[in-house]
């Protein structure tokens, strides 16, 4: 099944203890992406990648981190994790330009 | 910048009719993508329909489809023989060209559909 995967699903963690949210996906995309969705805010993209090794920041970059060794790997790192970083996040990926994008079901992540 | 605008925060509709949500949107950019996405309960994205800005024609997938005006910039979504299982946040979004290729989402509608 062509799909987005994300783990965890939910997270609660305390402020500056380093975290790792993994996306993978399996349809050779080239684009992927990782969103945070805020209430009143909506969805704002954090970093985004357009093939190996190549990633830029978002809107939002400040706090996160993100590696694209390989095509189908793009994770989320939170060196220092704070309580504003509270968030629902998504990771995303799209075949090429003008396609929409698929998303994995969200990563609920809580900092204290 | 690209924006998109979602007037109804809320709407509702009966089992087996039909519904509009609307979303208009700022570009000055020609070519260009619009998607509708539906997140249900489980808060998963769902991508409902996709539409390209140089095709006249509106999109349709089974139930849904779009009213697209590109001279007023108006992209809506009819649901028909709305289902339960309808029942969601639905955000109009628009794919920017180059660069970060992001979303951008209006702030969504939340439908309800009554038995």
């Known amino acids: 099944e062509a799909q987005v995967t994300q783990n965890p699903r939910y997270l609660i963690t305390v402020t500056g203890k380093k975290l790792t949210v993994t996306c993978s996906q399996n349809?050779?995309?080239?684009?992927m992406s990782w969103y945070r969705q805020d209430p009143g805010l909506g969805l704002r993209q954090i970093y985004y990648?357009?093939?190996?090794?190549?990633?830029d920041k978002g809107d939002v970059p400040e706090g996160y981190k993100v590696s694209r060794k390989e095509k189908r790997n793009f994770p989320l790192i939170l060196e220092s994790p704070s309580p504003n970083q509270t968030s629902l996040y998504f990771c995303?990926?799209?075949?090429?330009?003008?396609?929409?994008?698929?998303f994995g079901s969200g990563t609920r992540l809580t900092v204290v | 910048a690209q924006t998109v605008t979602q007037s109804q925060p809320e709407m509702s509709v009966q089992e087996a009719e039909t519904v509009t949500l609307s979303c208009t949107y700022d570009?000055?950019?020609?070519?260009?993508?619009l998607f509708w996405y539906k997140q249900p309960p489980s808060r998963q994205m769902i991508l409902v329909i996709r539409?390209?800005?140089?095709?006249?024609q509106n999109a349709t997938e089974n139930r849904f489809s779009v009213n697209f005006q590109k001279a007023a910039k108006s992209f809506s979504l009819k649901i028909s023989d709305s289902q339960l299982g309808d029942a969601a946040m639905y955000f109009c979004?628009?794919?920017?060209?180059?660069?970060?290729?992001?979303?951008?989402f209006g702030k969504g509608t939340k439908l309800t559909v009554n038995p």
């Open positions: 539409q390209e800005a140089y095709k006249q």
């Open positions: 570009t000055s950019e020609s070519d260009y993508y």
């Open positions: 990648s357009m093939n190996v090794e190549v990633t």
């Open positions: 995303a990926s799209s075949l090429s330009s003008g396609y929409g994008y698929t």
């Open positions: 979004a628009y794919r920017t060209q180059g660069g970060s290729e992001k979303l951008v």
């Open positions: 349809m050779n995309h080239e684009y």
